[in-house]
């Protein structure tokens, strides 16, 4: 099993920035790829970005390439969102993710262990 600790949400102004965390623990060997997920009030959960354990290769939602980043520390198994120029349409609960397999995946059901998410809140 593999536990996901997301952390670093909050609210902030549009045009400021916000990084976000998520520390895995137990079987960290497993997280061979990592994802940021988001989901909007009345919306389904959407992709933002992933990144593989070795490499590493970065896959990224269209929407959110240009403003955000992801990277990982794999020493201490954490995986970082780096989003900056924040918008209102950006307010979401942010959820980290992980996956054995080394292939980048866009599908939440690629993934198989989840954190409890982190909200972020965005006002104009």
């Known amino acids: 099993q593999v536990q996901l600790v997301e952390s670093g949400g909050g609210s902030v102004q549009a045009g400021e920035s916000l990084r976000l965390s998520c520390v895995s623990s137990?079987?960290?060997?497993?997280?061979?790829?990592m994802g940021w997920f988001r989901q909007a009030p009345g919306k389904e959960r959407e992709f933002v970005a992933a990144i593989t354990r070795t490499g590493p290769r970065t896959l990224y939602a269209d929407s959110m390439k240009d403003r955000f980043t992801i990277s990982r520390d794999n020493a201490k198994n954490t995986v970082y969102l780096q989003m900056n120029s924040l918008k209102p349409e950006d307010t979401a609960v942010y959820y980290c993710a992980a996956r054995m397999d080394y292939r980048l995946q866009v599908r939440q059901r690629d993934y198989a262990y989840w954190g409890q998410g982190t909200q972020v809140t965005v006002s104009s």
């Open positions: 137990g079987r960290t060997g497993s997280n061979a790829v």
